[in-house]
């Protein structure tokens, strides 16, 4: 088992280290055949080139880095949606299976009683962790624009600012879905 993790990780690097290896050789030979012909001035090609893809990394990077969070957050959003759908599901079947119980004279049900309390904690534990997430990813945006450090947000949460667990729903309808 480990030799074929060894092999998938070996086969992902080949994958980063192959075109590598054929753009050097390509441009050794591309910059030995325009050296011949134009002389020093062959280092202009590559110099160009890196100017060219440098400026157009400065000016679409933002919108880059904009659109990969967007994307990110819209993979989280639907992820948690599933995860909701399916423990509301499940928490269906548990009300189903203790109505249908009780209707049918059995009283112990304890245990799907406690299966439900389970799903319920989860769910909450959930919108928890998403309103974590989201008061991370907006403490991460206040720190990079005012220039500040995570820290001084985390001491102003500590100190009676805006709390997580204060409403987890309402801050999952307000933050991921608008």
């Not at 160009?48 to 990969?68: A, C, D, M, N, P």
């Not at 005012?146 to 600012?161: H, I, P, T």
């Amino acid at each position: 088992v480990l030799e074929r993790a060894e092999v998938a990780v070996d086969a992902r690097k080949l994958l980063v280290l192959g075109p590598m290896w054929v753009s050097f050789l390509v441009g050794t030979i591309v910059g030995a055949f325009l050296q011949s012909h134009v002389g020093a001035y062959a280092l202009l090609l590559p110099a160009v080139l890196t100017g060219s893809v440098g400026i157009t990394y400065g000016l679409f990077r933002k919108k880059l880095k904009e659109q990969l969070k967007r994307l990110e957050r819209n993979r989280l959003r639907e992820e948690i949606d599933d995860l909701n759908d399916t423990l509301s599901r499940t928490q269906s079947f548990v009300h189903e299976v203790c109505r249908q119980r009780s209707q049918g004279g059995c009283t112990e049900h304890g245990a799907e009683i406690d299966l439900e309390a389970e799903i319920g904690h989860m769910l909450e534990t959930m919108h928890e962790v998403e309103a974590e997430l989201e008061d991370f990813y907006h403490q991460k945006a206040r720190s990079r624009a005012g220039g500040g450090n995570d820290c001084s947000d985390d001491a102003d949460a500590e100190a009676g600012g805006t709390s997580a667990k204060s409403s987890p729903r309402s801050r999952f309808s307000a933050g991921f879905r608008g």
